[in-house]
């Protein structure tokens, strides 16, 4: 049962958050784990397990609150797991809050160098993709100003041009194909698409079923930390519309496969 | 165990990731693995390694002609690790007899076996999963099995105490209620692919072998689900409404909507059903006014 064409596994995993009902309690209950202080507990994932294999391309689906973040977090490592393991074979990219990790006081080029260091990048390798990223970024001279003096929509912008250039084996998407303009995100989609068919194992979490069912060939839906469906991406686009406004699904005669 | 097998195992995951993966930094190296064989802080273990001539770095880590050998001569560890459960210790694994995927049906089985006396039925469930994927011959079985708990109401079942105890309101306890189906995908998958070996007297055989101690689902209506799934027609949101509607009508709440239910009344089967067998420590019993009605119901067959 060995099987080394595993990008990610996630088995068997829970996540349990305690909620108090003030900072106070919080407090008190970390230090001295006091019996006294009351908690409800919120389950954000229950009992989850999949495996998404080296070159898939899979959409996660799922409301506001499902455990789609919760579980993004555990993928990239920021957060752990309450019970279940969660593995990742390759190095990992994210799209998620592009906007921060970044210094304001230094230029939009340095903090390119921050944060694929940040990533694990070695200058060495930062420099030879620094051309490529600050071309895809299209930020003209301002790449040389201090990103303070950036908008929101270049910092997502000078993100996305980080994170997506590092040659990652796992691509980790997070709502973030509305950044910039329609051109801006034309070219993101391609760059998706490209990266996808040279064999990127890519995870994206949206709430546009057209957007999941141009890249992506399976979906994965959750529910209230539960999944709920795990199949083609057509079928788990229809569950999900009929799970969020009870109608049948109309999937769009133009939408189809990227390919 | 010993602290020597132990290392040994630690050290066979960390050259089998080191095969399968860039490390470039020792940092690299991800927690999962330190956690899986309580290591704690893991890199004076790699170091160690990298000394012992396991390891050795051009760039990156790779593994040396000793690590390749160790490897080679560790199936073991290495299928150990690729089964991944949180359930079972590699102790327990090392020390089991049998081909790999018999010591791994022996272990999961008796955690199984565990969890049922414990009473512990969302491990229950995922024991079934991993019966299902390892003993081909009784995958079916497992699947159904893992369905019957998943369409039971058993694990909201503590909620029903905490209400009679007043401890959450009815409102509260109806919220778990009306959420409570969950059924796995891989179970609807697993069902649909193995549908072949399906015969009726399976759903007695589950029923018979789980006993479980509640279930809002007759051996009728399971059947019924099964049939569905099979057809690849299982809808999950309407199996919810049928649930929750028996849920309020054992409880003798207010059912919400007439139009709602779909699938007939109770039937006089699952009336008798229904009785609430309870845990051990809370027997349930048949409410007075329960017995009433099911020897008003009997009278009236008999005429």
Known sequence: MINDNIAIQVKNVTKVYKLFKKDSERLKYKMFHSKKVKFTEKRALDNVSFDIHKGEAVALLGKNGAGKSTLLKMITGVAYPTFGTVRVNGNVSALLELTTGFDPEITGRENIYLKGGILGIDDAKIKELEPEIVEFAELGDYIDQPVKKYSSGMKARLGFAVNINLKPDVLIVDEALSVGDKVFRMKCKDKIASMIEKGVTFLFVTHSQSEAILFCKRGIVMRNGHMVFDGPIKEAAKYYQNMTTGKPAIISKEVTSYE | ?303
């Not at chain 2, 790699?46 to 001539?53: F, L, T």
């Not at chain 2, 039925?121 to 699947?143: G, R």
């Not at chain 2, 969950?182 to 070996?197: R, S, T």
């Open chain 2, 1 to 303: 165990m010993s602290k020597q097998v132990v290392e040994n195992y630690a050290r066979v995951i960390y050259l089998y990731y080191t095969m399968n993966n860039k490390v470039v930094d020792i940092t690299d190296y991800p927690d999962y693995i330190a956690e899986e064989i309580d290591l704690g802080f893991s890199v004076p273990f790699i170091k160690k390694m990298k000394r012992d001539g396991y390891l050795a770095y051009d760039e990156a880590f790779v593994v040396t002609e000793k690590g390749k050998k160790l490897l080679e001569e560790s199936d073991e560890a290495i299928y150990f690790f690729t089964l991944n459960s949180p359930y079972i210790k590699v102790e327990e694994f090392y020390e089991t007899e049998g081909t790999f995927d018999e010591r791994a049906i022996k272990l999961f089985t008796k955690k199984l076996e565990e969890f049922r006396t414990k009473k512990k039925y969302v491990e229950v469930e995922s024991m079934h999963i991993e019966l299902a994927k390892l003993d081909k011959e009784n995958a079916l079985y497992h699947y159904l099995a893992n369905l019957c708990y998943a369409i039971s109401g058993i694990k909201e079942y503590s909620f029903i105490r905490k209400f009679r105890n007043k401890k959450i309101t009815r409102k509260e306890l109806v919220e778990k209620y009306k959420d409570c189906v969950y059924v796995n995908p891989q179970v609807i998958l697993g069902i649909e692919e193995h549908k072949d070996e399906f015969t009726d007297d399976m759903v007695d055989l589950v029923y018979d072998t789980e006993k479980l101690g509640y279930t809002l689902c007759s051996r009728e209506r399971f059947l019924e689900l099964v049939r569905e799934i099979m057809a690849g027609e299982y809808n999950n949101a309407s199996w919810q409404e049928v649930i929750t509607d028996i849920f309020m009508k054992r409880m003798k709440f207010k059912v919400p909507s007439e139009k709602k239910i779909e699938k007939e009344d109770l039937g006089e089967k699952e009336k008798e059903e229904s009785q609430i067998i309870g845990e051990d420590e809370t027997q349930d019993t048949v409410s007075d006014a329960k017995q009433e009605e099911i020897a008003e119901n009997e009278s009236k067959k008999q005429a």
